[in-house]
């Protein structure tokens, strides 16, 4: 499967935990996303890297979390201290830098995070 | 930042019939509008895009519209059959300064047999 891949695919842990879930991009993709999906909501943006570089950060980012592309390849979103407002599906995309306007971002089946 | 409404959202249509989701965005600036399909359990995925410098595009039994003026841009489904039903999001990309797309709140379409 060429696709993007994430895992886990599924998350429970209790409130107070760290979490790290992982992002593996199409290979020759050099734009890398994270949003996060609530139920009956669209995905919502929380990161984006080009390359190895984290370009941008939503607010809704908090301090706790911290996303990493290291190499420019995988990139591994954490979320430490977890509440149960970050229950959710953590979703990773990934897109080539076509030199046009926007372009099609290629998502993963997401990571589902239960906070209890 | 970018503000994108999405409306209906539910729509429930026969098969066969037409369908249609309309989503206004606040950034005048913005410039790329696609529009994702997510089924059940699934993963959201690209059906049609339309970028500022045209008005409408289609590809077979799908397209879109765009009035720059008025900042809303529309999906239509023609012919519609069971395996259209998923939630359909619309995303507008301001590109200015920006690299995030931001997503409508979705539209549940259920096509009735």
Known sequence: ?116 | GENVEQHPSTLSVQEGDSAVIKCTYSDSASNYFPWYKQELGKRPQLIIDIRSNVGEKKDQRIAVTLNKTAKHFSLHITETQPEDSAVYFCASYSGAGSYQLTFGKGTKLSVIP
């Open chain 1, 1 to 116: 499967d060429t696709g993007v891949s994430q895992n886990p695919r599924h998350k429970i842990t209790k409130r107070g935990q760290n979490v790290t879930f992982r992002c593996d991009p199409i290979s020759e993709h050099n734009r890398l996303y994270w949003y996060r999906q609530t139920l009956g909501q669209g995905p919502e943006f929380l990161t984006y890297f080009q390359n190895e570089a984290q370009l941008e950060k939503s607010r809704l980012l908090s301090d706790r979390f911290s996303a990493e592309r290291p190499k420019g390849s995988f990139s591994t979103l954490e979320i430490q201290r977890t509440e149960q407002g970050d229950s959710a599906m953590y979703l990773c995309a990934s897109s080539s830098q076509l030199g046009l306007v926007g372009g099609e971002l290629f998502f993963g089946e997401g990571s589902r995070l239960t906070v209890l």
